[in-house]
T-cell receptor, first 115, second 115 residues
């Protein structure tokens, strides 16, 4: 079956620093990748949609200069949280979409804690 | 961002009981998906529905895609302790809608099963 690898699974960083999260589709090519943020006891909120080789499309209210998304290949997308602040602490989850039988496959998430 | 209306928010049931949860939306979706999320993990797909009226089963789970394409339900029969977790519905936007290709999540239903 389809597997999406997300790294790191957790990260603690100091306020003001940047953190990069990677999302890789291991056995299929993902036309589109999605990035979600989930606060405790809440649902997944879509942050942005990225297509390989083009600029990401951000949802309303999501700062594109703060959450940099790069989708350089059909198997890798990265989310960089720049100048992180404690309010950016959250669970970030990526999802890769395949036109074939796999549909949407989610990564295992990254727990970001900004101190 | 947009969310689907999922209910109930939480359920606490006795082992062996049946469970039902549902999602509604003001928008039409062309795909309905049901996921289960364990703490600290990404969501795992349980059932996918692609046609209005479709009724699909996966073991003790049964889900239906509403005729109006604006709702879906998930039933779990004869619940067991390992059914504990958070269940999310998700809808994929129809072509031409503002949510084309995006997966929008419900608020989640937290299920607790008493042995």
């Amino acid at each position: 079956g389809a597997v999406v690898s997300q790294h790191p699974s957790w990260v603690i960083c100091k306020s003001g620093t940047s953190v990069k999260i990677e999302c890789r589709s291991l056995d299929f090519q993902a036309t589109t990748m999605f990035w979600y943020r989930q606060f405790p006891k809440q649902s997944l909120m879509l942050m942005a949609t990225s297509n390989e080789g083009s600029k990401a499309t951000y949802e309303q209210g999501v700062e594109k200069d703060k959450f940099l998304i790069n989708h350089a290949s059909l198997t890798l997308s990265t989310l960089t949280v720049t100048s992180a602040h404690p309010e950016d602490s959250s669970f970030y989850i990526c999802s890769a979409w395949d036109r074939g039988p796999y549909g949407y496959t989610f990564g295992s998430g990254t727990r970001l804690t900004v101190v | 961002g947009q969310q689907l209306n999922q209910s109930p928010q939480s359920m606490f049931i006795q082992e062996g009981e049946d469970v039902s949860m549902n999602c509604t939306s003001s928008s039409i979706f062309n795909t309905w998906l049901w996921y289960k999320q364990d703490p600290g993990e990404g969501p795992v797909l349980l059932i996918a529905l692609y046609k209005a009226g479709e009724l699909t089963s996966n073991g003790r789970l049964t889900a239906q895609f509403g005729i109006t394409r604006k709702d879906s339900f998930l039933n779990i029969s004869a619940s067991i302790p390992s059914d504990v977790g958070i269940y999310f519905c998700a809808g994929r936007g129809s072509k031409g809608s503002s949510n084309t290709g995006k997966l929008i999540f419900g608020q989640g239903t937290t299920l607790q099963v008493k042995p």
